[in-house]
């Protein structure tokens, strides 16, 4: 499902019909314009985010080796024999180098920009550049039917049915490639000068090879003077006119995340990281981050309280900035640990020596509250916070925010709440509740990418802090408070970028409304639960603690189950799925939050169910 | 140049043509789908980017009063005389609450996503869209002239050119609202049921106001049972099959940052954002990771010697991941201060109780390297490490990293480079001049998205430390760089798109190549110093100090002199300046880091010229 990100570039060859213009350098280095058309073409491979090139190298390789040391994305290969042997024998020989899909291309090539947007916006696996009429003098024909390729030659004879000319430029995936590699090992044996336009005829009949048309595509083969006439006069002015209008696009396929976030996203959210360039202490970037602020805090209903303080860091840097500053340096922090985050607020105190009190419970149990409270009344005088986790995606379990932040009310004591995986998807109301911290991020179930978390802080708890002795600096919650307040501004450079998407995020939010992006969670759930119940899965929390956005099953004791294995399966497929962490017994992870449907589930419960029928595994 | 975030929906009108279908509703409140057409509409404005909707209300308000407690992106006012006036009489009321551009659109409109995009993406900043004939029965013509509309009119015998028909989605620019705002109040006297196409009309010779056809638009003004007929039979049935095929697209102008970072980017860094969702725990986001550790190393030629450890977080993170986890607990680092960035690492070792010996300089000065050796002499046993900044761009001055490392290898001592605003932009070579570590960030010279920092460390040095008492946990450099080694991944969640970003930045640079990327830095700073020594300004710092990336500007004595005024009409015009911060003199300043050229920089010093003259000031 992932974009094209190599490329191989045949260069092999010697072009002896153009000795007069470029002396004793390989045809790649013939310059139409400030550098070699070989450098430009690396270039346009860049621009359109290619990030491996291997070039096969032959005649002078030393030319090309040289931009080895320029370019670190570039590696060669040689082809000892280029003088007897055809294009093939050197793309067989990058097999070394080659371990994915690729787009291939011909040293010798000036084209336009679209011709590579075209071709890696494609969704066909194997796709051949054509163009219209070039009357080049050499040129390939490409015979076609229906959307795929039948033959190639350069004998217009030969071809039924004219789909078009051979640009140069193709895309073949790794498993097409590996039956090149085959198939032309064959042919070497009669015929070492065995050219990769007719491996490709070769194997046309029995491989899906698409093609794709631009009629009037800017571009030329420079094989000869007459060629290099009509680059420089005609087809070169006219690349350079149309790449400087060029509008980039780019496709982008819909995956299905089920780990526990960063979740998948909507295409309006992805889309609105593109925007003009800001300076982030700009008045008009200052009204964003304010608004996103206001609105952040809305989504938990503590808009006349609370106030959100925002960080450029994954949601643990909120955690860390919210234990490491809002604990009097006399006080202790109770922290509930019964999954991996619990434990890591654990461990960030330890790490800030900070006074805490450990209550830990098995990874998939829920909390005993009797329990809690006898630990609560023991240490009543010297606690300030309770501190836990609110989903705790480790297991899937949600933990009674309710009860606790009760309890915490009757000793006097505030709560802290890592909010990381329910906050916008399951219902909360700092009020109702009284939260005085909850902490969260921008890419869990407000749907938004990650490298924002935030706090949202009771606004009297939070101005209490200012007179503590101060155990940090980037992390401290009331010097980045104030700087919002004074400034409008983040204290410290903000992800731009990842404000805008998360703005479009919040919209999106409160378009779907709360009850309806819980409901559509919820509904998710459902589908899901039911879908592994048919199955034969068990789950590892009872149903009643189930926080319904993550749902830990517990792994088959079959040896025909490898999780690894099954996570590959499914993820050729489109879908993400989530190992296990640390639970009491072994266990995967399957969560539905984001931008995904019930529709979504059932095609992953299908997919999971042919897993399962080809392993044996029911 | 800022895209337009806001949308004035029309509607006050009765509808009394539809009673027999919605009954006791407004127009707005017919459905086709599940929900109500005005709903469907703030929709499409959301998923457009609009960010603020005013609905202008009059008949049956309740029902358009109910939805801002749903959405909190809309706002109402009401039209008391709904009765009676126009449509401009709406649009003239909502005054109270219109402060920037905006989409005007009619509340009874049913059309396809695609028409919002058009209008959005277009460069005009008054732009009526029309469409082909549509034969409704009560369209409203549009007579055009050249780009620009002549008239509207029921009647097609007073349109001398026809354009097309009006659609009722239109991008109005604040100051064309203000004129219409003014004429309005007087046709009011005489005819207040004025309608704001009249007024459009009205005010068509003497502004600039273009248009767009559709031919071929999905769209419906809902006003009989005919129209409804026809919505729900043809039209909706169209829009929802072509909405649910967009590719969403949008144009992004080229801003001139001349502030000093996060810097202006390129297109293809852009747009390397929009990526398929991933989970970042997966093989291929880690391999994604890997090279860019290797390759930030790279580019101060340190892949022997050095490791990059990255964080999510602003460059201040990574400073405070450096001096927080690399001073041994019994020593001292010494921090030269002169600028707000040494000062604020200063500040970063007080939030943290870290031993330090503070270096201070005027912010301005160069440092006086002989006072530097005495400080250093007189606390060698104590001292451990050597902290300073190498580009200050507080002042624009380049403090020189290669005398600091020679006098810290005399002393045995490490050295800590703030290299945020240099890496990348002037060559460094951390073997060369013995740098153990260097802190940067994705968003200066690099060329990337701000959310990612990094500390390229020598390893020996690195490794010393993993025994070293924890004073943090987020931050901590050697724990973060063995999840890396270990586990081939981030240890906290990065921010996946800006990955991305950076990756594609890296290329690029590695495609202009270093040397290549200081040059064009260098040039640009030639054409600043010449520029704006021609227009009479002075520079706070020595020119033998210029770090040739920054360049403070003293301001002028002048009562005509305003930063703020002077800072807007650049702003206005695609270029972002930044105000001094602290040094001895006042000053601005004006970077020329990021994906600009020496021809940015004319044009710059061309409108900053255009400005003095405005004002008086040369």
Known sequence: MSRVKNAVILAAGIGSRLRSIHNDKPKGFLSLNEKPIIEESISRLIYSGIQNIIIVTGYKREFYESLTKKYPFVKTINNDFYESTGSMYSLWKANELIEKDFILLESD????????????????????????????????????????IVNMSKNISEIKNLGGELVGISKISFELYQKMFAHSELQFEKNKNYHYEDCLTDLAASNEINYKVIEDLAWIEIDDEQHYKRAVEVINPLIIKRDSEIQFSKKVERNILLNPGPATTSDAVKKALVVEDICPREKEFGDLVEGIRKDLVKVVHGEDTHEAVLFASSGTGAVEACLTSVIPENKYVLIINNGAYGKRMQQICE???????????????????????????????????????????????????????????????????????????????????????????ANKCIQGMAGISFVICDRDSLNKTALYSRRNFYFNLFDNFTFFTKQKQMQFTPPVQIFYALRQAINEYFLETGEGRSKRYFEMYEVLKKGLRELGFKFLVDEQHHAKILTAVIEPENQNYDFNEMHDFLYDRGFTIYPGKGAKVNTFRIANMGELFTEDIYNFIKVLKEYLIIKKLI
Chains 1, 2 share one sequence.
């Not at 800030?352 to 809690?372: E, H, T, Y």
């Not at 309710?402 to 399951?426: F, Q």
């Open 351 to 441: 790490g800030f020596n900070i006074n805490q009190i450990k209550f830990d419970v098995s990874f998939g149990d829920p909390i005993n509250l009797l329990q809690l409270r006898s630990i609560v009344e023991k240490n009543k005088n010297k606690l300030s916070q309770i501190a836990f986790v609110h989903h705790e995606t480790t297991v899937g379990i949600l933990n009674p925010l309710d009860e606790i932040s009760k309890m915490a009310e009757e000793y006097n004591l505030e709560i802290i709440v890592d909010a990381m995986s329910s906050y916008a998807g399951i219902p909360i109301d700092v009020t109702k509740y009284k939260v005085q911290y909850l902490i969260a991020s």
């Open 109 to 148: 090539l000036n084209y336009e920009l679209n011709a590579l947007q075209v071709i890696m916006n494609s969704k066909e696996k194997n796709l051949i550049l054509l163009s219209g009429k070039t009357a080049a003098g050499d040129e390939v024909y490409v015979g076609v039917e229906k959307n795929k």
